[in-house]
Nanobody, 114 residues
């Protein structure tokens, strides 16, 4: 089983920045890619960014140029640097493998005020 713990969320004004962290433990050796996902109120969970074990990244169009996903293989941690935040980025952010598996963490809440 895999355990995921997200942290770093909070309340920030529009235009501000936050850095999210995701600590992974357990049976992670077979994971080839990690993703950050988010779920806004009354909306479905969506994929935001992906990073492969080789370091390749990809982003949903709405965050391109503002968010950066990175990883530390030694610490088994994935990060999401979020800049120029907008109110529409408000959501609970989760990390998971990509494609996702049934081992979601509790997520971390990001609230962007206008």
């Amino acid at each position: 089983q895999v355990q995921l713990v997200e942290s770093g969320g909070g309340l920030v004004q529009a235009g501000g920045s936050l850095r999210l962290s995701c600590a992974a433990s357990g049976s992670i050796s077979r994971i080839n890619a990690m993703g950050w996902y988010r779920q806004a109120p009354a909306k479905q969970r969506e994929l935001v960014a992906i990073i492969t074990v080789g370091g390749s990244t990809n982003y949903v169009d709405s965050v391109k140029g503002r968010f950066t996903i990175s990883g530390d293989n030694v610490k088994n941690t994935v990060y999401l640097q979020m800049n120029s935040l907008k109110p529409e980025d408000t959501a609970v952010y989760y990390c998971n493998s990509y494609p996702y598996r049934n081992y979601w963490g509790k997520g971390t809440l990001v609230t962007v005020s206008s």
